[in-house]
Structures are given as C-alpha cells and as structure tokens.
C-alpha cells in the first residue's frame, strides 16, 4: 500500500476554501490540470456514490466516485474508477481544518493505493507533487486577500 | 459538556515539535502556566498511564494520566485526575501533522469537560486562553529560535523622570533596592563616602558585576537585604584609603572581590582586606567584574564539590552563559569531555568557541538522548546545573550510574521536591552547593582561576556593559536572557 500526503495553510477560513471545493464537479475551476468536467448520470455533485469524469490538459481521462462528503468536517473522500495512472484501490481524501489563531486554514490531501513497486516512487511524486501540490499552489492565489 | 478546540501552525518540522510533546513530562520546559512537572512512580513519561505531577505556577497542583499515545498518528490523549478547579471529566487530545510545502506543521489541542454551571465561560476561558493559547505561543517562542522578546517593564514613573543626581564631591552614589520587587524598585541614590576600619580598604570601584544573585535579591527570593540597601556580590577598583593596621596590600592596587554581604552596584565601598585580590595585568576592569564571582565558582565547583578527573564527561547547561562559558573551559583545562546544552543558534557558536567537544541545542533536541549517544548509552561523570525546573529532571537521566548532579542555581524556576530514595535506581550523589559556604577559601580560588587566564587556558569574553543608572535594564535583560554572556555596570 502506497501513501501520499501533502498539506498546506490556505489564508482563509475553512468555511470560505469549502466554498470553492465542496463541489464535486468544480476540479476544472480551482486546478490548473483539468480541463472539463461533468457529473454522469446526471447526478448532484454532492451525492455519495456520484461519479465524475474529468479531461486533463493533458489529453487523458479520469473517472472518480465520491465516497463521502463531510460539510461538518469539511473533508471529500473519493476512489479511482479509471484513470491513466497504473494504480488500483486509490482512495483519496481532502481536508479543512481551522488553524484557530488566525483566518487561516490547514488543508491536507492524502491518498492510499496499490501500484507495482518499482512504480510506487514515481506515482507518489507524480500524485503529491504534480497533483495535489499543484492543486493547492494554484488555489492560494484564488484566496488572496 | 463544552468543546474546546484550539489550533496553530509552529515554524519547525513536526518531528522536532513531536518529539518534545511525546514526552509526557515536558510541559513545564515550555508552558507558562507550569512550574515543575514530575512522573509518578517508576513510570517512563511516554507509558501509557503515566501519571504527571504538575507544579502550577500560581502555587496549585495538578495530575494527568496519559491515556493513548501515537508515533504514528503523531496523538496523544490525556485526562484530568486532579485539578484545583472545577473540570470534571476533562479529556484532552493533542495532534500534530506537518505541512509539507513549507518547514513547519500543523498542532491542535482540544478538549471535552463539564463545567459547573455557572463556570462555564470561566473554565473554557482558562483552559482556552489560560492553557492551550498560552502553550501555543511558548511553542512558538520555544521553536522560534529567536531570543526571547524582552518583556516590557514599565519603569516607575519617578525613575523615568529623574534626572539622576551629579554626586557631588564627597559623596557616593549606589542604586539601592527601595523594597523587594521588580526592577523598577532599583533608584539611583547618593550617599556619604563611608571610611575604612581597622583591617579594611576604601575601594573606588570602576565595574559592579551583575549575577543572577542579585535579582533573587531584588525580588526577596533571597533573604540577603534588608531594603532600602544596595545590591551587587562583586566589583572591581582601587583601593583609595586604607584604614588603621591595614598592611600587605599597597592604595592604588587594582583589586576585586565577590562575595556576601551585597553592596556593590555603588562608586565607593569599605571591604576587609582578607575580601580582596589582586587582579592579573591580563584582565581588564570589565572583564574582572564580569569573572571574578564566576571564576572563584568555576574553580570551587571543578576542584571542591565535584573534583574533575581527566576524561571525566561532563555535562554543562547554559554552557553560554556567563557561568557556563567559563566553566567550559575549565572543565576543558582539566581534560573533561564536555558536553554542553544552549537554548539559542548564538548559544551553540559561544560553546562552541569555548571549546565544547558537544554541543547540544537543548529547544530543538532531547538533551538526555543525545547524551546518551554520546556516551554509549552510559550518561555522564557529572552534570552541572544552574538552570533548574527545565532540566533538572534530564539531568538526572543524563547522569551515570555513580554520577553527580551538581544543582548550583535554579535559573528556570525551583527544582522542585524529589524522592531521594529514587536516586538509588543510579546511585546517583546530589549536592547543592551554596557560594557562602566555599567562600572561606577565595584567594585561593581567584588564584586558580588567574593563572588558567594567564596560561591561556581560560579566555574571559567581554562582558555586555551598561551604566550603573541603567542597572534595571541590565536586571531585565539578564533575566530575559537577552544577552550572551556576561553583564557588567559601569561605574
């Protein structure tokens, strides 16, 4: 089992940052790697089991299945169903929580899944660093006060 | 039942800040609101049901369990078993995760319990601002690696206002403590030149020495004046007068001396001769002011209380200091390996330079794991100790079986009560040496310490000068720790 975990302090409250990535569909609004996203089937974007299906810039598809959404915790739990990366049991989670001294919030994003082993560095760099990072590195601006 | 759920971000790597949490007894290192913390029984501190012993600063007690623990999850839980107030079925979480894209990591600290009714906003005041608020910003001071921010005193308004009095010819002036307190109770007097008596010396004195002494003087912490009196253990100057039968010793020597009774932060005093000694050409005024106390205390402590044999380890604290820095190269002189601690990036480049074979950064790592690396796990001859509550509970750790634990100051807060029975578990020799009781044999002890400075053994740094009217600021900084070294009043 392969784990990845990245975290930052966003420069707004929780409640603000939830705003913007509640929404299941929204990956192509906040992250600098999607170019278009729908919910299948026609589904809510905050109902537990919905799938998305997202274009990267890149050219490559995504399927994912929410698994659980939390407005008390703020946090979105997610599985891979199709992607172009040789993971299998990819599950993923993203999470606010207030830094209490401050308008400020940590955020952390984490994965676990299988991969072969001799892929496993690459995946958790490419999924750590050009995912995750990447996503929150291009949110920060986004909240710029 | 109320929640209370506090967070923050500390600018260190969650590996360093996790490993001074985990230990279940280090909440005194760093929390304001704890004086003095101990584990009960045999316990380690990171056993689950552990129980810790809290000191508070405020005089009460207080004792924790520690009911889960997780190097994995970075957590930690406790409960409450006695406190003086009011929280019943207090649990508290502690959890820490770090922040990848930067040096630092993320801790909370939250809480359930039942207030009485009509304390609820009371008790989640105290545990919010009072426990979890305060404890984040000393974890901040603590890992911030800057010098502590000076406290802002506010100085009498008489003191601020007086123009200091030009001490007219005849007369004396001296900074005289009004009443115990604060340093604001410090005001510059004159007074008439006192004569000498028989067998005694008037000395017109260039640098006073300021020592962790006389701020426990100021305060009443020590019972050594009777105010309004004049505080100081140590001066340097030239004798000006001599009185009847009065021999050996020529007016116009450059002398010192340090001892009780206080007296010393003035222009003009009368010492027995069999106080004073010559002082060395390689040693200036300031530099003499600054040493002559901590040099006779190096010597004594080295030679008389504990006596250092070649290759002996020892351990220093507040090896930068004005003490500690001496005492490095003292224990270096006589073949020690020295291992010293500091709390500041500055303080590891002043050990370093008085030539600690180890130095240790005792805010950013576990002093007694590293000294027992150093020493294959078998801990040290013997462990110096002037700083009291924050370590002196490591220092028994860090000691051999068969070592010797030498508290001689209590600059962090009282060491507390201990079971003398435990110390069975190493054998362990405790002493706590007093000043006035090795003092009998100062010329031989100022000798020693001069001929290590003229061998070149001993290098006595310059010491942070201010004038004898600024002696409260100097009281201040010395207390906030926010110089290096020494400091000296000049005269």
Not at chain 2, 455 to 464: M, N
């Amino acid at each position: 089992m392969a784990r990845v975990f990245v975290s930052t302090v966003l420069n707004a409250s929780p409640a603000a940052v939830w705003r913007i990535v509640r929404d299941f569909n929204s990956l192509p609004d906040w992250t600098p790697f999607v170019a278009e996203s729908r919910i299948e089937g026609s589904q809510p974007s905050d109902r537990v089991g919905c799938v998305r299906i997202f274009k990267l810039t890149d050219g490559g598809t995504v399927r994912e299945q929410l698994l659980g959404l939390s407005d008390y915790d703020f946090t979105c739990t997610y599985s891979i169903l199709e992607s172009p990366m040789a993971v299998s049991d990819y599950v993923a989670t993203l999470a606010l929580a207030p830094v209490t001294d401050g308008n400020r919030c940590f955020a952390s994003w984490e994965a676990t899944f299988e991969c072969r082993p001799e892929d496993e560095t690459a995946l958790v760099r490419q999924i750590g660093e050009g995912v995750f990072q990447a996503a929150f590195a291009h949110l920060k601006p986004m909240l710029a006060r | 039942m109320v929640d209370v759920r506090e967070s923050t971000i500390i600018d260190a790597p969650s590996a360093d800040v996790w490993r001074l949490l985990r230990d279940f007894n280090s909440h005194h290192r760093w929390h304001p609101a704890i004086a003095a913390s101990h584990i009960e029984g045999e316990g380690a501190p990171d056993a689950v049901r552990a129980v810790r012993n809290f000191r508070l600063a405020d005089g009460g007690q207080l004792r924790e369990q520690l009911i889960s623990i997780s190097d994995r999850d970075t957590r930690l839980s406790y409960c409450l078993l006695e406190a003086p107030v009011p929280l019943h079925n207090y649990v508290a979480h502690m959890r820490l995760r770090p922040v990848t894209d930067r040096n630092a990591c993320y801790l909370e600290w939250w809480s359930r319990f039942d207030p009485p009714a009509g304390e609820v906003t009371a008790m989640v005041e105290l545990v919010r601002d009072g426990v979890y608020r305060a404890g984040f910003a000393a974890l901040q001071d603590w890992f911030g690696g800057v010098p502590q921010q000076v406290k802002p005193v506010p100085l009498a308004q008489s003191e601020q206002e007086t123009v200091h009095p030009k001490p007219r010819a005849g007369h004396a002036r001296g900074i005289f403590v009004e009443s115990h307190g604060g340093p604001q109770n410090m005001v510059s007097k004159t007074f008439d030149i006192p004569r000498p008596g028989a067998g005694e010396a008037l000395i017109t004195q260039n640098f006073a020495g300021v020592n962790f002494i006389d701020i426990h003087t100021r305060t009443g912490h020590f019972n050594l004046i009777r105010p309004p009196a004049i505080l100081g253990m140590e001066a340097v100057g030239r004798i000006e007068m001599l009185g009847p039968d009065a021999q050996g010793i020529a007016v116009g020597s450059r002398v010192g001396y340090a001892c009780a009774p206080p007296g010393a932060y003035c222009s003009h005093r009368v010492m027995p001769l069999e106080s004073l000694v010559v002082l060395p050409d390689g040693l200036s005024d300031a530099q003499a002011a600054a040493s002559l106390l901590r040099g006779v205390t190096t010597s004594f402590l080295t030679r008389e209380v504990h006596r250092i044999g070649d290759g002996e380890n020892v351990l220093i604290h507040a090896a930068a200091g004005g003490l500690g820095q001496l005492l490095v190269q003292v224990c270096v002189a006589l073949g020690a390996r020295v291992i010293a601690t500091v709390g500041s990036a500055e303080g590891l480049v002043a050990a370093t330079e008085s030539g600690a074979h180890h130095v240790i950064n005792y805010r950013r790592s576990d002093f007694v794991r590293e000294v027992l690396d150093l020493t294959d796990g078998r801990g040290v001859d013997v462990v110096y100790d002037a700083v009291g509550a924050f370590t002196f509970e490591g220092s028994l750790r860090a000691a051999a079986i068969r070592g010797h634990v030498v508290s001689f100051g209590e600059a962090s807060g009282e060491v507390g009560i201990w079971d003398i029975g435990s110390f069975s578990a190493k054998s362990l020799r405790v002493s706590r040496p007093n000043y006035a009781h090795y003092v009998d044999r100062f010329i031989e002890h100022a000798s020693t310490f001069f001929t290590l400075i003229e061998k070149g053994a001993v290098r006595v740094p310059d010491p942070t000068e201010y004038r004898l009217e600024d002696a409260g600021k100097a009281h201040i900084d010395v207390e906030n720790r926010a110089i290096i070294g020494a400091a000296v009043l000049r005269i």
